[in-house]
Every structure is written in C-alpha cells, then in structure tokens.
C-alpha cells in the first residue's frame, strides 16, 4: 500500500475529518462502481456506497495493513449491499416454486445469442441486468460477478441453496428471452 493512504487512514483512525474527506475520495470511484452492481439509479448506488463507507469508518481499526485495502472495502461493500436488500424486501414471499431441481440446471445460450452478446456494449449489459427483478439481480450479480457459491448466497441472504438456484435460474431465463427479442431485432434491421 503506498504511504500517502497508509498515513490517510493513520489520521482516519483518529477521527480526522480531512483524512475521511480524502479517503472518501480516493475510494469514491471503485466503490461506486461495484455499487452501481447492485444499484441502478446513481442516487441509490450513493447512497449505498456511503452506507458502506461509514461501515468502512467504524471497522478501520480491525483493518490490518498487511492486507491489500481494495478488497477489504469490496468485501465490507457487498455485504453492504446485501444488507440493505435484506431490510428492504421480503423475497421469500415473492418464491417461484419449481418442480424438480433438474428444471434448475444451468440454461446455456445458443450461439446466435452469444454473438448478441459479444456485439452489446457493458452499457447495454449492465441494462439488461439492471432490469432484472430485484431477487433474481442480487443472486446473479453475487454469483456471476463476485464468485459466491449458492450455498454462501443462501446464508447472505437468509434463503435456501434451492431459492438462491431458483433466483439464478429465473434470471438467466429472463436474459436469454431479452436476448432472443434483441436478436430478432437485429434480424429485422
């Protein structure tokens, strides 16, 4: 870690308001934008990011500086952000019941839809992800992007490995039914 933010969070840990001023802006952009995972509207994604930082304040003392900083604050972020998805919803009630687990396995993309996706923008995916119902996005972006397992995103979220399969499962078929009409589209065009 360079010395200009070992001596920032030095000062933080005594409550100096310029070294958490600066601290705040040093980590701004990196915590945005794994907030802007779960987030769509930049207000939401800031206002997580800030409940993430003061957690990140008032853990300081237990950061120990062998450790890269960047993943401490990622971890504290997304833990964060599973959280305020706790306190806000009650998505065990909104459960879409499945059969059996084999009507869970891993929906894989054709290749036409592939090459949908190899020729969409990060802009346009991050859309498509973003209009996911809430469940389904948490669970993908915890297991598509941070590498969760489903057990982990089970206990995260205080729902079963099933549910969080469930989630995955029902967020890869809206995907590929959005990907199908964008390359119907394309076909058209």
């Known amino acids: 870690m360079d010395r200009k933010l070992t001596k920032i969070i030095s000062q933080c840990r005594k409550n100096d308001r310029q070294a958490q001023f600066d601290l705040y802006h040093h980590c701004f952009d990196y915590l945005l934008a794994i907030c802007f995972r779960y987030k769509k509207q930049r207000e939401d994604a800031v206002s997580l990011l800030n409940d993430a930082f003061l957690k990140i304040l008032l853990n300081l003392d237990s950061y120990d500086e062998k450790q890269d900083f960047l993943p401490w604050i990622s971890s504290i972020t997304v833990r964060t952000a599973i959280d305020e998805y706790r306190r806000e919803k009650r998505y065990k009630e909104q459960t879409d019941l499945k059969e059996t687990d084999a009507e869970l396995e891993e929906p894989h993309l054709n290749p036409g839809l592939v090459k949908v996706v190899d020729e969409m923008s990060a802009e346009e995916v991050k859309e498509l992800i973003y209009h ?54 394309k076909k058209v065009i």
């Open 132 to 185: 996911l119902p809430e469940p389904e996005r948490m669970v993908f972006v915890l297991y598509e992007w941070e590498g969760y397992q489903h057990k982990e995103i089970a206990s995260k979220l205080d729902c079963s490995e099933r549910s969080s399969k469930r989630y995955l499962n029902k967020a890869k078929e809206l995907l590929r039914r959005e990907l199908s009409h964008k390359q119907a589209l």
